[in-house]
């Protein structure tokens, strides 16, 4: 909320659904710290959906990727955080997104890349529910299923808006599970504000799977405060001073 009051404007739906996403995976489940964001056998992860940098710049600052201070340059001019996040700028973003559709793409290519030089690294991407809308989604999928890359693991925030409105009133995705097995994954899917299921989902696959992973993480859009949960106007928006103290009360409320 800070950031979001601070920049001007920002992604802050989008950031909120995702957040307990990004702390399971960095508290508790990808193998990277800043001492070893460049170690060749560190676990990588790709935000597809790059408007969630928002949310990913507040987490890389809590793990000491970045200073807490640079997160009050965020959207700025000349500011190395952008509104997407950039891997040239950011350390701990392995790669620069925002065009929906390409996280996990990127993230094959980095899971393949590490079985041909026979490093233990696992492939994590998060991508937006509606990027299920995308064709090279579907590539991507076919291509991870294809090489049996048990080592990926994609994630969709399912908080079922996109800046337009729901996703089953717009185009439905359901079964959106059937979908993604019919493509050769092994499919989870679980609360994704309940951090120990995260946790347990966001684990490695089983030694016997020879497959990709796929979790569905059933979120909020604006999870946690009050006026821009479910709301599609809070895919982006800015804050004035009443509606940051509003949100920071709903924030504290339900903590």
């Known amino acids: 909320m800070r950031i979001v009051y601070e ?3 920002g992604h802050v739906g ?3 659904s995702q957040a ?3 702390v399971a995976l960095y508290e508790h489940v990808l193998r990277v710290t800043p001492e070893t964001c460049a170690a060749p056998a560190r676990d ?3 935000l597809s959906k790059g408007h969630g940098g928002l949310g990913f710049a507040a987490v890389l600052a809590e793990r000491g990727f970045i200073t807490s201070e640079a997160l009050d340059t965020f959207g700025h001019s000349g500011s190395a955080l952008g509104m997407h996040l950039d891997h040239h700028r950011v350390p701990g973003v392995e790669q ?6 390409h996280g996990l793409g990127v993230a094959v290519g980095m899971a393949l890349g590490a079985r041909v030089l026979g490093l233990p690294s696992r492939s994590v991407c998060l991508l937006s529910d509606g990027e299920c809308y995308e064709g090279s989604t579907w590539e991507a999928a076919q291509s991870a299923a294809t090489h049996r ?3 990926l693991l994609a994630v969709v925030d399912r908080n079922r808006l996109t800046m337009d409105g729901f996703t089953e009133d717009e185009a439905p995705l359901e079964p959106l599970a059937q979908k993604w097995e019919a493509f050769g994954f092994r499919v989870l899917r679980c609360d994704g504000h309940d951090l120990g299921a995260l946790c347990a989902a966001l684990g490695p696959a089983p030694e016997a799977e020879r497959r990709p992973t796929l979790l569905i993480a059933d979120t909020v859009k604006g999870r946690g405060v009050d006026f821009m949960e479910n709301q599609a106007k809070w895919h ?3 804050l004035d001073s009443d509606a940051y103290a509003r949100a920071l009360a709903s924030v504290r409320e339900r903590a």
């Open 7 to 9: 920049s001007g404007s």
């Open 14 to 16: 989008t950031a909120l």
């Open 20 to 22: 307990d996403i990004l």
């Open 44 to 46: 990588r992860f790709v």
């Open 96 to 101: 620069s997104t925002g065009s929906l559709g």
């Open 149 to 151: 890359l048990a080592t």
């Open 236 to 238: 982006y928006g800015a």
